[in-house]
């Protein structure tokens, strides 16, 4: 399951992130970003993290976190520090002690145990210089020794961490629960497109090793109206209600459902190019309740004659962003082809 995965292009401010993200002297820049757009920017000593607007995935018994992202170091100020703690139900991405990703001064790059923070294994130098965005994967098994623990890391799709061993202090964790990614004693140039996620069920990513191809996240907006029954605060299509261009407009213009069970579906833009492999598609959805009762939506994803349902999200009074991804094709539960995304229909629905 896809626990979380951001591409940031629609954000247009540091401000913005708040809407999912909590921050501690967090930047942002709308052209920084590995493919020139929206990247997270960070100074020394600050730091994001994902809130819980997003749903994760199950570790079960010896289950794999995964977690992927690019980044570009800056300028040093001290010798190491963390870059990216994965969260989980047992030590939160707050926590001191989450398993985390960390760099050097030199390049090198290093992974610590769940629970403790002790390094087990530390890369070559060189690998991720100042300046230069580098494409990091990570995947772990959080369990003793004789529990088949491991940590693997590859930049570029090259494998440069590879321990067997004990990577777990403490109780085993079941689930996992969020990312922080923070600057202690360097500046980070870039932060972009994080996914984080498990082998928890029959639609996610689902590979092992490396990925054959190095990823990035295309962030594409509705073009047109497909089944619609929500209300409208514009005289004019539910389509543009949701298209701002970079981040929402808050309540200038917005969908609005009256009753549980109505829903909109929309038609979508095509991809800019044809990718190499297509690993997942996600449907994101800004929004709140205005009412003092409880209002639960829910995203959704047609493919031909097959809808796939996220997960039951429950609204604020305040915007959240809600996401839900799918790594397979949920007609075929194969991966996704490559030219899929031009004939998906996302959509939301007022579950309750």
């Not at 590859?154 to 085993?172: E, S």
Request: hydrophobic share 35%; with cysteine.
């Amino acid at each position: 399951m896809i626990g979380h995965a951001d591409g940031f292009d629609r954000f247009g401010a540091a401000a913005d992130l708040d809407v999912m993200y909590t921050r501690g002297s967090t930047l942002f820049s709308t052209t920084a970003g590995i493919a020139g757009g929206g990247a997270v920017t960070l100074n020394t000593f600050s730091s994001v993290r994902v809130t819980s607007t997003a749903t994760w995935g199950a570790l079960s018994s010896g289950g794999v976190a995964r977690c992927v992202f690019w980044v570009k170091p800056g300028t040093w100020f001290g010798s190491t520090s963390r870059l990216f703690n994965i969260g989980t139900n047992v030590v939160d991405q707050n926590n001191a002690n989450a398993p985390y990703i960390g760099i050097g001064s030199d390049g090198s790059l290093h992974v610590t145990k769940h629970g403790e923070a002790v390094t087990v294994a530390t890369s070559a130098t060189g690998l991720a210089p100042v300046g230069e965005y580098r494409h990091i994967q990570y995947e772990a098994r959080y369990a003793e020794a004789a529990g088949g623990g491991y940590i693997k890391l590859w930049v570029d799709k090259v494998l440069v961490i590879d321990f067997t061993g004990d990577t777990l202090t403490g109780t085993q964790p079941t689930a996992l629960a969020g990312w922080k990614f923070q600057s202690d004693n360097n500046g980070i140039q870039g932060f972009d497109d994080p996914v984080l996620w498990d082998d928890s069920d029959t639609t996610g990513l689902e590979f092992t090793g490396a990925m054959s191809e190095l990823h990035q996240i295309e962030e594409l907006t509705t073009t047109a109206d497909d089944v619609i029954q929500f209300d409208s605060n514009l005289s004019s299509l539910n389509e543009d209600a949701i298209d701002d261009p970079v981040f929402h407009d808050g309540d200038t213009s917005y969908n609005q459902s009256t009753a549980a069970g109505q829903s909109d579906v929309f038609a979508l833009a095509d991809q800019a190019a044809v990718p190499i492999q297509t690993y997942a598609i996600g449907v994101v959805t800004t929004a709140k309740k205005s009412d003092v009762g409880g209002v639960i939506l829910r995203n959704r994803l047609e493919f031909g004659s097959s809808r796939a349902e996220g997960s039951l999200k429950t609204l604020t009074s305040t915007y959240g962003r809600y996401s839900d991804w799918w790594g397979k094709n949920p007609s075929s539960l194969q991966p996704w082809g490559v030219t899929d995304v031009n004939n998906v229909f996302p959509g939301y629905e007022h579950q309750a």
